[in-house]
């Protein structure tokens, strides 16, 4: 066993503290990654606190990794000791489902092995980024582009993949008119990549503060969402919303504002239901779907992408013993905007 140390959760809702575990012995298609940094996601405190049910303790959350491999197992091939490698929400999958041979892994019905909090193929709990090692089948980890700087790489890997899949699957681009709720860890990617994409980007927040950032991450429209006669004058104007709400909120009264069949596309998860009115979808034939990460062709297709256009997310790195001050900083929606860990900082 290869011993590492790291920062966990030792039950829900409790502050995260140091943790020494292990990580498993190479096997052949394995690679040893020294983590340098790790995203907080929010969906990290929703487990952290047990929010959506089925969270083991103790946990180490994180899986917006970034690293350098310093280990292969003897028939890894994809990567050689040095290189850089991105690590995102799952590190296998049954590889011959339906979905994994779509290269649409994040929806594996033969049993998706999650970053952290899932049995892995050796029965062990997996265990997350916020440590300074992991091993992972080499297969199930990412390409980092030389340009970008790791540290704003980190986030990619689950708040940038999280919305450019839904962006590219509803053909965004030149002329399309794109709402995203909620200016946070995934709403700022969305916001980047939608307005490069060539969007016409509105973000919807409850933070009127957060305007100036939002012109300046690529939006072109902000509207506080409480003020009921902005939003009103929004009304049948947009094409696609990315919904990343992390809180319950009334989907309603953002629907209203899509076009005829324009989709809002839920990828925030709060801890209740979404009450949908029917009439809020019938009156003008909307879609309410969903979007789950994306698959391993897709993260590096947007890992590529980010490298070419230069963009990465817009981090406050911090050390490994200010987590739990970053996670009442984000839950008070302060954050810009994303927090992101330098594991160096627990040497
Ligand atoms: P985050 O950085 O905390 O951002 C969430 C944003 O939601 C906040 O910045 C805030 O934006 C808005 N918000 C928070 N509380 C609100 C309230 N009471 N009413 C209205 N708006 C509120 O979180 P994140 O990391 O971006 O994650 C967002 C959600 O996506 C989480 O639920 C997370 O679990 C989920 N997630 C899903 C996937 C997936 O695959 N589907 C992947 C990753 C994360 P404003 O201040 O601008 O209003
Ligand atoms: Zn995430
Ligand atoms: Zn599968």
Redesign the pocket.
């Known amino acids: 066993m290869i011993q590492t140390k790291g920062y966990a959760a030792m039950e829900a809702g409790q502050p995260l503290v140091p943790f020494s575990f292990s990580r498993r012995e190479l096997a052949p298609n394995d690679i040893l990654v020294e983590i340098l940094y790790c995203g907080i ?3 990290d ?2 487990q952290v606190k047990d929010e959506w049910g089925g969270a083991t303790f103790p946990l180490v959350p994180g899986h917006e990794i970034v690293g350098r491999v310093v280990r292969t197992g003897s028939a890894a091939k994809r990567f050689a000791v040095g290189d850089a490698a991105g690590i995102g ?1 799952f590190v296998d999958s049954c590889g011959s489902c339906q979905s994994c041979k779509e290269g649409l892994q ?1 929806y594996c019905t033969g049993g998706l092995v999650w970053t952290y909090n899932s049995k892995d193929r050796d029965g062990n709990l997996t265990q997350g980024g916020y440590s300074r090692h992991i091993v992972i089948r080499e297969d199930y980890a990412l390409r980092i582009p030389d340009n970008l700087s790791l540290e704003t790489v980190a986030p990619l890997l ?2 940038g993949i ?1 919305t450019y899949s839904p962006l590219r699957r509803f053909k965004v681009g030149k002329g399309t008119r794109v709402g995203v ?7 700022h990617m969305a916001v980047k990549l939608a307005s490069r994409m060539g969007a016409e980007v509105t ?5 009127p503060k ?1 305007e100036a950032d939002s012109k300046a991450l690529g939006a072109t429209g902000f509207v506080n ?1 409480k003020d009921s006669s902005a939003v009103a004058r929004l009304s049948e104007t947009l094409d696609v919303i990315i919904d ?6 009334d989907p309603n009264l953002y629907l209203g504002l899509l076009k005829r069949d324009g989709a809002m596309v ?5 801890e209740s239901p979404l009450a949908v009115h029917a009439f809020s979808l019938i009156a003008r034939r909307r879609t309410l779907t ?4 994306g698959g391993l062709s897709e993260t590096q297709e947007l890992l590529d992408f980010c490298g070419k256009e230069n963009i990465g997310a817009d981090v406050e790195v911090i050390a490994a013993d200010e987590i739990n001050k970053a996670y009442d900083r ?2 008070a ?1 302060d ?1 810009r ?2 927090f992101v860990i330098d594991m160096k900082s627990l040497d």
């Open positions: 996601c929010h969906s405190i929703h929400c994040q689950c708040a999280t709720m909620g200016l946070g860890g995934l709403g973000v919807l927040s409850h933070s957060k969402t990343t709400i992390s809180a319950p909120h839920l990828v925030g998860v709060p969903a979007s789950l990460i984000t839950l929606g954050v905007y994303r």
